[in-house]
């Protein structure tokens, strides 16, 4: 049987975050073609990951900077180590190469964390991203993680674009693969609560993510006064995973701002609201609370960064707007305008069934994947750079794991 090990920045909670409900597609995609999935992580045990005894799926502790590790993983023998997210790759991914030279090594980059902190950098100065904002550390530290690797799955078009054109990647390792969604039929169009059933506005967002924490209180500063000036019985609900007590503090009743922490039920909650409110002010990848929101045909205002990635050639199921005042103005005709509303709630129904169907995917993936592994020598002649990488990373990072490993060894005497 083929065997793919993933390790896990986190246990997954798909529940919880997108980046959760991503883990759990591209693993059903490799159970489905029959391959034994093992999930190791180094992550604390949560209560709200998923059970994957149920999916018949391999759970395993692992520990950081240990050779445990290397003894562990030269026997697995897997064909495939999938990385979730570049820092599992910094501390993991030299091992793998010595012991398992032969077994394709993907990133899944979730969505690029460099962007995201440049975006955020921009934000709390004022201004626009410069093209050197992008120059930083962090950059330096997942590009070259990405170099190192046989294959880097990009959640983002928008993402794969900057990579080839800002820093020259060579297409040939990247591989777009957005979140994955369940088509809309008809049928499943006429079950959802209409225009008349629906009342109110909510944000939902796991609170760990800090874009989404900055929106909240953007909402809450910003956008919400203007909206509840002109419908002053509308109210706005606050949804999210992991919300903290300075969360909670920004609930007022009486101005109708109300936190309810995590949803048990993402799409639940979003079929009771109207409109969806989420001004994203920086962040990348694909934002899954869009996804979530078209399947559960509620319109949604956001900004250009909110929309990213997520509607192509099509109309944005709602509206985008960057300006206070235009955010709250589109969101309070959306929401008073019945034929206006059933429109864009269209526009997001076509986004799904266009643009990220399973079966759009995963035939390629694959293809993409054997020819790796049909070729991989060759593939990673083709990558120089990563290949130097490597190299100096096995000089380097090796070593300090192991100085780290016997320290620790000598502190336990």
Not at 125 to 154: M, P, Q
Not at 230 to 259: C, H, T
Not at 400 to 413: D, V, Y
């Amino acid at each position: 049987m083929k065997r793919l090990l993933i390790i896990g920045y986190v246990w997954p909670e798909p529940a919880s975050s997108a980046a959760g409900s991503r883990m759990m597609q591209l693993i059903k995609l490799f159970l489905a073609r029959e391959y034994e999935v093992i999930y190791a992580s180094p992550a604390k045990e949560s209560m709200y990951a998923i059970n994957f005894e149920e999916l018949e799926i391999t759970q395993k502790k692992i520990t950081t900077n240990s050779s445990d590790f290397d003894e562990y993983v030269k026997e697995l023998a897997p064909q495939v180590v999938m990385f979730d997210r570049f820092m599992m790759e910094e501390q993991f991914g030299w091992r793998v190469a010595e012991n398992c030279p032969n077994a394709v090594r993907i990133l899944d980059t979730e969505d690029l964390h460099f962007f995201r902190k440049a975006r955020y950098e921009a934000l709390k100065k004022g201004r626009t991203l410069l093209r050197e904002d992008l120059n930083s550390d962090e950059a330096k530290r997942e590009i070259a993680s990405i170099l190192r690797c046989d294959l880097s799955l990009i959640i983002s078009e928008a993402e794969v674009d900057l990579l080839a054109r800002n820093f020259k990647i060579n297409p040939s390792i990247l591989h777009y693969i957005p979140l994955l969604a369940p088509s809309i039929s008809e049928e499943k169009i006429k079950k959802l609560p209409s225009y008349e059933k629906r009342k109110d506005f909510v944000f939902i967002g796991n609170f760990l993510h800090q874009p989404n924490w900055d929106s909240v209180l953007y909402l809450k500063e910003k956008i919400w006064p203007l909206i509840r000036k002109e419908l002053p019985k509308a109210r706005l609900f606050i949804y999210g995973a992991y919300a903290s007590q300075k969360v909670e503090q920004l609930q007022n009743k009486r101005q109708g701002f109300i936190v309810k922490g995590r949803a048990e039920d993402a799409q639940e909650v979003l079929k009771k609201a109207r409109v969806l409110l989420a001004p994203l002010r920086f962040g990348a990848g694909i934002k899954g609370k869009f996804i979530d929101a078209m399947l559960a045909g509620t319109p949604s205002i956001t900004t250009t960064i909110g929309a990213e990635g997520i509607c192509g050639k099509y109309p944005w199921p709602g509206e985008i707007a960057n300006e206070d005042k235009a955010i709250a103005e589109e969101a309070i005709k959306i929401y008073e305008k019945p034929k206006r509303w059933q429109k864009v709630q269209q526009n997001g129904f076509n986004i799904i069934n266009e643009r990220f169907q399973e079966n759009r995917f995963d035939e390629q993936f694959f293809e993409v994947l054997t020819k790796i592994q049909d070729h991989l020598q060759k593939h990673r002649d083709q990558n120089f750079f990563g290949a130097m990488l490597m190299h100096h990373t096995l000089q380097s990072t090796k070593y300090m794991s192991k100085w780290i490993e016997a320290k620790n060894q000598l502190e336990k005497q």
